[in-house]
């Protein structure tokens, strides 16, 4: 599956932004998706999964209650809204995609094959 982000952009803390990821391919239904971040001189982080049907979400601490993911399975496109932006969420959001939603974790992004091209997210304090 190819995977095409968009929607990073520039914003202050307090504001809010909505990520898409685009997917080709006829398995998008079958298919976990998910958001990861990198921020400059760190870890790459897992932000947020949701699975294929859309009825499970998982996200990381550090975005609970402020992050929601969704997907639209007619649009092969899942979407990551990010509300109350603190400057600590700036980084690099990439899209993945896989069969196995317990991959999405900080450790199990390794095994995560498909990788969208990444979507740069910039919140000044």
Request: aromatic share 12%.
């Amino acid at each position: 599956v190819q995977l095409q982000a968009s929607g990073g952009g520039l914003a202050q803390a307090g504001d809010s932004l909505r990520l898409s990821c685009s997917a080709s391919g006829d398995t998008f239904n079958e298919l976990a998706l998910g958001w990861f971040r990198q921020a400059p001189g760190k870890e790459r982080e897992f932000v947020a999964v949701i699975s294929g049907s859309g009825s499970t979400t998982f996200y990381g601490d550090s975005v609970k209650g402020r992050f929601t993911a969704s997907r639209d399975n007619a649009k092969n496109t899942i979407y990551l809204q990010m509300n109350s932006l603190k400057p600590e969420d700036t980084a690099v959001y990439y899209c993945a995609a896989n069969q196995h939603i317990a991959y999405f974790s900080d450790y199990g992004a390794k095994l995560i094959g498909s990788w969208g091209q990444g979507t740069q997210v910039t919140v000044s304090s």
